[in-house]
């Protein structure tokens, strides 16, 4: 009997306590998120399959209903079409493309020639530096010291970068496959993920799931189709104005144009271009030639992004200011890297609702109480 009431006095037990069981839980999650963000180039192509998988599950509810295709159907006609127009793209622009890579390759060493005689830089010490370290040749023994160490870096430079081209040749494999399976069971995992939703609280948490699912989902297909349409915008605009490697400018500020405000970068950088491409030949253009027209381009591509395109494409809003996303976007690169600016807005966006449908009312709610 003593032995019963001291064991009542003892209390509930440790894992009968709610709030421990949920700083258990929310210990198990981060531990989750720690060994991801560790392992992040093993889950990376997973991530970005099943990320595809996300976007392209509409188009897959609307064959079923359509036309009665399985999800496994679907899928593969998918990776047939994209696979087809990426070959036709590959194929159509490649000559250009190499055109304009070829090109920056051979006027390179003028660009850096003309930059450094407008910054007062001598190539001249820079010749003379390599000179002495061809004299060094006379010296068999500190050459051959010289020699085996300049190896070695170039040797780790190269396996480096083999490793990196292994890395992406396997995640350009790895993708499609995961996808595939992805795709073909992603509802059957939304409704057993769903199974195990209280059913106490089950209608709350729906409705903010629904509203993060509007919203992640406006942002990555809208950014992608507005990303394309910046590609052709940028290409035409800088074509025009006769900015040199205006494709690949285009590609790369149009595509990177999916995190918010990040092709600004290529704004100067075609600036730059116009000027080199002149000063280096000893051609001679006025001002509005290399500033102004290539800044109008890239001004009037952002002004119709921001108030035309990407409101008729993007039917859901963040409602997200400025200063906000470019924190958040500046916060997921420097934890996540390319990861993180992509992931960082949807991310963001969810908190957001988190905070506002669940966490707010809630507070309001103590406020009141109290």
Known sequence: MRDDQSNGRLGPHLWQIRAVRDCVWIGIALGLVWIVYQLWEVFFPAFIALLFAYLVNPLQHWTAHRWGW???????????????????????FAPLIGDQIDMLRERLPQYLST?????????????????????????????????MERASRTFSIVGRILTQAASWALIIVLVPIYFYFFSRGFDDWVRFLGDYIPLRHRSE?????QKMDQATASFFRGRLVVALIMVGLFAVGWWLTAVPYWFLLSIFAGFLSIIPYASGIFWPLAILLKYLDIA????????????????????????????????????GQLNMSVPTVLIVVFIGGAFGGILGLLLAIPVAACLKILFEDVILPRVRSWAAAH
């Open 70 to 92: 399985s999800r496994s159907l679907t899928a593969l006609v998918l990776l047939l079409v994209s696979g087809l127009v990426l070959l036709g793209c590959i194929l159509g």
């Open 115 to 147: 930059l450094a005689h407008k910054n007062g830089i001598e190539m001249d010490e820079i010749y003379r530096r390599m000179s002495r370290w061809t004299d060094s040749i006379q010296n068999p023994q500190e050459f051959i010291g010289q020699l």
């Open 205 to 209: 948490i729906l409705g903010v799931v």
């Open 280 to 315: 280096s030949t000893g051609g001679s253009a006025s001002l509005v030639d290399i500033v102004v027209w290539p800044s109008v381009v890239f001004l009037v591509v952002q002004f119709l992004e921001a108030w035309l395109i990407s409101p008729w494409i993007q039917s």
